[in-house]
């Protein structure tokens, strides 16, 4: 029997049959689930839905105080825990599943069908691809639930297992990316598996070219860039796969300036869904450590990706950055506040962003320097823009941004005052009719 009840009678062992509010109210990726642990409620309950309805038939009824659930109680989270999660803490309770273990069997769990996929593709079985969708929709939800720990853990990869967690990484940044730019529900997994799928072509190139240590000649390297074109034509061969990520895998490898392969597709004639593959799928290499090459810092890349000139969408590029929550070291950004900010060293790969603000553009005034971490519950800010030091009419802006970077304490507002004269009054652009930058459209066809 299914019947609606307040959040705060949420309860473990219920069975979640629907939830109120829009999808991006609703903190899992599938709005029917069982309640297995405390951080299940907290967050439904952080995400501000009133109301769900449970199924009394899958699981336990709101009377049903009796009835044991087929899971073991949890200790509630801290600080204080709410009444309906209380009722289960105990202090025999044992230690809750945390995020790196979530994690951890969410990435073992990707892999392992990954692995079975491709070695269905490589050996000609039967192929069946919901594997792909089981993960792409996994992965969903874990992302909503703790993008960061996932991101950072799917770093971590030895040269055997990298193909397929290579895969399951940029399946995991596609999946961010687009919910950061509030694309709807199936285009999300559909780009989520287009990521997964994104290197299936990689299956026919050697290990030992893959895995060379060493730079490789102009013949190796002309026999990895087929990877692109075999990968889509052998996706084109599936019944089932969406055209989308046939275009992901066939134009990942595309730069915005046309120096990519296999086409040399100029920025215009350049999908989203491959621009988004592009970033996905350079980020996660240069995060992860190689045979040729050690792990960068996610601040490390992302500051080079953004000096890569012709390589990628800056705005997606920014919007990607939001999406991690990662900006490039000494980059000047505004804030929802008004405020400009320069981004500061991350305390580490898993800090929230710190920045320190210097302007406020709504009162036109410089401010005493202040850092803020964002994220913290005590502050709301967020990035909202990348700003262009070049429209300043500060005579030296590099060294402006040096100085806001300095020690606080040293900081003299005045001499600030003095490196800064405001912004360079610039008049508004006109869009013309067909706007040349915008990228090719894409059609977002089902399978
Ligand atoms: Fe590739």
């Given at each position: 029997m299914k019947r609606e009840i307040p959040i705060d009678q949420l309860q473990i062992g219920m069975f979640v049959d629907s939830v109120g509010?829009?999808?991006?109210?609703n903190p899992f990726w599938r709005s029917r689930l069982k309640i297995k642990t405390s951080e299940q409620i907290t967050a439904f309950v952080e995400s501000g839905i009133e109301s769900l309805v449970i199924d009394t038939d899958l699981g336990i009824d709101v009377a049903d105080d009796s009835a044991t659930p087929?899971?073991?109680p949890v200790a509630p989270p801290t600080p204080a825990p709410r009444a309906s999660q209380a009722r289960f803490a105990s202090p025999k309770a044992p230690r809750t599943f945390g995020k790196r273990e979530r994690a951890a069997e969410t990435i073992d769990t990707s892999k392992r069908l990954v692995k079975t996929l491709f070695d269905q593709v490589q050996?000609?079985?039967?192929v069946d691809l919901s594997l792909a969708d089981t993960v792409a929709e996994d992965i969903c939800n874990a992302?909503?639930?703790?993008?960061?720990?996932?991101?950072n853990m799917l770093r971590l990869k030895n040269k055997d297992e990298y193909t397929y967690l290579h895969s399951v990484a940029v399946c995991t940044l596609m999946i961010k990316l687009a919910r950061q730019q509030r694309l709807a529900q199936d285009h999300v997994v559909r780009l989520g598996v287009a990521g997964l799928l994104h290197d299936i072509g990689k299956i026919g190139v050697p290990l030992d070219i893959l895995n060379k240590p060493d730079e490789l000649t102009e013949s190796e390297f002309a026999i990895v860039k087929e990877h692109a074109v075999k990968g889509a034509a052998l996706l084109r061969e599936l019944p089932g796969v969406s055209d989308c990520a046939i275009e992901v895998c066939l134009h990942h490898h595309e730069r915005m300036d046309g120096k990519g392969y296999p086409e040399g597709l100029l920025g215009p004639k350049i999908s989203l869904p491959a621009r988004m593959g592009a970033i996905c799928d350079v980020y996660d290499a240069l995060t992860s450590e190689r045979s040729y090459k050690e792990a960068w810092s996610p601040q490390r890349a992302v500051g080079e990706m953004q000096n890569w000139d012709g390589c990628f969408d800056p705005d997606l590029l920014f919007t990607f950055f939001q999406a991690i929550r990662v900006f490039p070291l000494a980059s000047v950004?505004?804030?929802?506040?008004?405020?400009l900010a320069v981004v500061m060293p991350a305390k580490t790969d898993n800090s929230p962003p710190l920045v320190r603000t210097f302007y406020d553009t709504l009162r036109d005034t410089i401010e005493q320097p202040e850092d803020l971490v964002l994220g913290l519950r005590a502050n709301h800010a967020h990035i909202v823009a990348n700003e262009d030091p070049r429209t300043w009419r500060a005579e030296d802006p590099a060294s402006l941004i040096e100085y806001v970077m300095q020690p606080v304490g040293t900081i003299n507002r005045t001499v600030l005052q003095h490196m800064w004269n405001g912004p360079v009054v610039v008049p508004p652009i006109i869009a013309s009719e067909e706007d040349e930058t915008s990228p090719q459209a894409f059609t977002w066809k089902a399978a």
């Amino acid at each position: 029997m299914k019947r609606e009840i307040p959040i705060d009678q949420l309860q473990i062992g219920m069975f979640v049959d629907s939830v109120g509010g829009s999808w991006f109210s609703n903190p899992f990726w599938r709005s029917r689930l069982k309640i297995k642990t405390s951080e299940q409620i907290t967050a439904f309950v952080e995400s501000g839905i009133e109301s769900l309805v449970i199924d009394t038939d899958l699981g336990i009824d709101v009377a049903d105080d009796s009835a044991t659930p087929d899971v073991q109680p949890v200790a509630p989270p801290t600080p204080a825990p709410r009444a309906s999660q209380a009722r289960f803490a105990s202090p025999k309770a044992p230690r809750t599943f945390g995020k790196r273990e979530r994690a951890a069997e969410t990435i073992d769990t990707s892999k392992r069908l990954v692995k079975t996929l491709f070695d269905q593709v490589q050996s000609g079985a039967a192929v069946d691809l919901s594997l792909a969708d089981t993960v792409a929709e996994d992965i969903c939800n874990a992302v909503v639930q703790d993008s960061v720990t996932l991101i950072n853990m799917l770093r971590l990869k030895n040269k055997d297992e990298y193909t397929y967690l290579h895969s399951v990484a940029v399946c995991t940044l596609m999946i961010k990316l687009a919910r950061q730019q509030r694309l709807a529900q199936d285009h999300v997994v559909r780009l989520g598996v287009a990521g997964l799928l994104h290197d299936i072509g990689k299956i026919g190139v050697p290990l030992d070219i893959l895995n060379k240590p060493d730079e490789l000649t102009e013949s190796e390297f002309a026999i990895v860039k087929e990877h692109a074109v075999k990968g889509a034509a052998l996706l084109r061969e599936l019944p089932g796969v969406s055209d989308c990520a046939i275009e992901v895998c066939l134009h990942h490898h595309e730069r915005m300036d046309g120096k990519g392969y296999p086409e040399g597709l100029l920025g215009p004639k350049i999908s989203l869904p491959a621009r988004m593959g592009a970033i996905c799928d350079v980020y996660d290499a240069l995060t992860s450590e190689r045979s040729y090459k050690e792990a960068w810092s996610p601040q490390r890349a992302v500051g080079e990706m953004q000096n890569w000139d012709g390589c990628f969408d800056p705005d997606l590029l920014f919007t990607f950055f939001q999406a991690i929550r990662v900006f490039p070291l000494a980059s000047v950004v505004k804030l929802d506040t008004g405020q400009l900010a320069v981004v500061m060293p991350a305390k580490t790969d898993n800090s929230p962003p710190l920045v320190r603000t210097f302007y406020d553009t709504l009162r036109d005034t410089i401010e005493q320097p202040e850092d803020l971490v964002l994220g913290l519950r005590a502050n709301h800010a967020h990035i909202v823009a990348n700003e262009d030091p070049r429209t300043w009419r500060a005579e030296d802006p590099a060294s402006l941004i040096e100085y806001v970077m300095q020690p606080v304490g040293t900081i003299n507002r005045t001499v600030l005052q003095h490196m800064w004269n405001g912004p360079v009054v610039v008049p508004p652009i006109i869009a013309s009719e067909e706007d040349e930058t915008s990228p090719q459209a894409f059609t977002w066809k089902a399978a």
